[in-house]
């Protein structure tokens, strides 16, 4: 349930806000809906993880992924057509840490009150 409310709210707040709007979206939904502190951070982890991965997608396939390899190309990748797949990953995967890592402040916030 945690999961499903995170990519919901947190996929309208970034169509009119700046990144970095998962972290409160995450803090608030560790805080009220999170049970144990691994669950918050899997559900904040796994939930932005998810929505970067489906989002970046969107925006890189249909230009058949030009400006994720030619990214790849500033960051010395190695010469191939899926650099693209090595950036889609890191960027998700820094977004789920900061989307966990909130979640999970949010269920500590939680157990302090």
Avoid: D, Y
């Avoid at 502190?37 to 899997?42: D, I």
């Avoid at 939930?47 to 489906?54: E, R, T």
């Avoid at 030619?70 to 889609?88: A, C, D, H, T």
């Amino acid at each position: 349930m945690l999961i499903l409310i995170l990519i919901i709210v947190s996929f309208i707040a970034q169509s009119f806000l700046p990144w970095w709007i998962i972290m409160p979206v995450c803090l608030i939904g560790g805080f009220f809906f999170s049970k144990s502190g691994k669950q918050a951070f899997w559900s904040g982890f796994s939930s932005i993880f998810m929505l970067w991965v489906i989002k970046m997608l969107t925006l890189s396939l249909p230009n058949e992924h030009l400006l994720a390899n030619r990214i790849g190309q500033v960051f010395m990748l190695p010469e191939s057509n899926n650099n693209w797949i090595i950036l889609l990953l890191a960027g998700a995967v820094i977004g789920g840490l900061v989307g966990g890592l909130s979640c999970l402040t949010g269920n500590s916030f939680q157990k302090t009150k």
